[in-house]
């Protein structure tokens, strides 16, 4: 009986380790890439360095794309309609992205040129294969002219604090009542890379 309990349990602990470890893997890589993208080009910050005008070609450039979709979300995303949030509510991600594409090791993002930062990502870290929820492996990114990855912040600087995050993730990735879904990625941070939710 004990282990029939068990079971489960440790099988979600697992699939949440598994989760977080590919998000990190993408995360660190990122960063990197726009470190060297801004030291290629000299600059002092992400928008003097052109990220803003050149964000199709930093991809081309510092990461393999095995799958350029275009405008449209699918394959590199699964059927829209198909997300849900944690709370088991339905989820409309990537509404606004004109681009999708899905790199080498399976991860699909969708991104749209803007002329500000922060430059919002949307990030499938196993693209159109389940289970598709919010939080779990679909995550919104933000990022800084800094250079900094982070969650979502109105003043357009980051690191966010711990409360800031807090506050994101209470009232919309874990809310089931907002059906936005900022805030689990900012979460992940503020846990050390940890799923605890």
């Not at 394959?75 to 606004?96: D, Q």
């Not at 749209?112 to 870290?125: A, E, H, M, N, Q």
Request: proline content about 4%; some cysteine; aromatic content about 14%.
């Amino acid at each position: 009986m004990v282990s029939a309990m068990t079971v489960p349990s440790l099988m979600q602990n697992h699939q949440r380790k598994t989760y977080v470890v590919q998000l990190h893997k993408f995360y660190n890589q990122l960063s990197q890439a726009l470190v060297r993208f801004q030291t290629d080009k000299n600059a002092v910050n992400l928008k003097e360095a052109g990220l803003l005008t050149d964000f199709d070609s930093f991809w081309t450039s510092y990461f393999k794309i095995v799958n350029d979709c275009g405008s449209t979300s699918t394959p590199c995303f699964p059927e829209k309609g198909s997300y849900r949030m944690i709370t088991n509510s339905s989820a409309s991600p990537y509404t606004t992205q004109k681009r999708f594409i899905t790199l080498a090791d399976g991860v699909s993002i969708g991104y749209g040129l803007s002329t500000y930062f922060p430059i919002c990502l949307d990030v499938d870290i196993n693209g159109a294969k389940g289970p598709n929820v919010v939080g779990r492996d679909l995550f919104i990114m933000y990022i800084y002219n800094n250079g900094v990855i982070d969650d979502y912040n109105t003043s357009d600087k980051a690191p966010l604090t711990d409360e800031q995050r807090e506050e994101l993730f209470n009232g919309n990735c874990y809310s089931s009542s907002s059906g936005g879904w900022i805030g689990c990625f900012g979460k992940i941070l503020n846990d050390n890379w940890e799923m605890t939710y």
